[in-house]
Each structure stands twice: as structure tokens, then as C-alpha cells.
Nanobody, 115 residues
Framework: QVQLVESGGGLVQAGGSLKLSCAPS????????IGWYRQAPGKQRDLVAT???????NYADSVKGRFTISRNDAKNTVSLQMNSLKPEDTAVYYC?????????WGKGTLVTVSS
């Protein structure tokens, strides 16, 4: 079982930056994959970025070049640095973990980008 707690959401103007953090209840390096999904109002939950225990990173095309996922095993956190934010990035961002075939989700943190 893995619990995930997000922090760092908020309101930002278009073109601005925000950093999200996720603190799992287990060591980050022991989780098969960890990262972020987002869900905009009225839309499905979509992948933003994930990082595997081996360090392989996967980004959604819509955020490549703007968002950076990183894992700090010493601090046991996973972060998502979001730059050049756009109004279409507005969503609830969920920390995600996959381990031994099980999916785990945080409660989500709201990111609102104003135009």
C-alpha cells in the first residue's frame, strides 16, 4: 500500500511557473513508477509525466519542454516543475504511483492558470 500526498497547487498567470510536490509513504526508489496525472473539468484524467524506479521518464506531448519531473530519493519526494503555464493547463493534478500492478492516487491539488 502506498499513500501519496500532493502540495504546491494554486493560482498563477499564464506564462508563470508552479512547482508541485508529492510525498509518498514509501521510499520513492522502491515504487515501480511515480508521477502526475491531471483532470480538467468535464474531461478524463490524463498522464502528465511519470518516472520509473530505473529513472525512465515519460511526458505527455502537451507538456514536453515546459514541465520537468524529478525524483529526490534522499528527501523522498517527487516534484513537477511547471513553466510557461497556459490556461489549458488548468486542472486538478494527482500524484500517481504504480507498484506491483496496483495503482495509487493522491487526493489532488488544484492548479488554475489565468489568461
Amino acid at each position: 500500500q502506498v499513500q501519496l500526498v500532493e502540495s504546491g497547487g494554486g493560482l498563477v498567470q499564464a506564462g508563470g511557473s508552479l512547482k508541485l510536490s508529492c510525498a509518498p509513504s514509501r521510499s520513492t526508489f522502491s515504487i515501480n513508477a511515480i508521477g502526475w496525472y491531471r483532470q480538467a473539468p468535464g474531461k478524463q484524467r490524463d498522464l502528465v509525466a511519470t518516472i520509473s524506479s530505473g529513472g525512465r521518464i515519460n511526458y505527455a506531448d502537451s507538456v514536453k519542454g515546459r514541465f520537468t519531473i524529478s525524483r529526490n530519493d534522499a528527501k523522498n519526494t517527487v516534484s513537477l516543475q511547471m513553466n510557461s503555464l497556459k490556461p489549458e493547463d488548468t486542472a486538478v493534478y494527482y500524484c500517481y504511483g504504480r507498484d506491483y500492478g496496483m495503482d495509487y492516487w493522491g487526493k489532488g491539488t488544484l492548479v488554475t492558470v489565468s489568461s
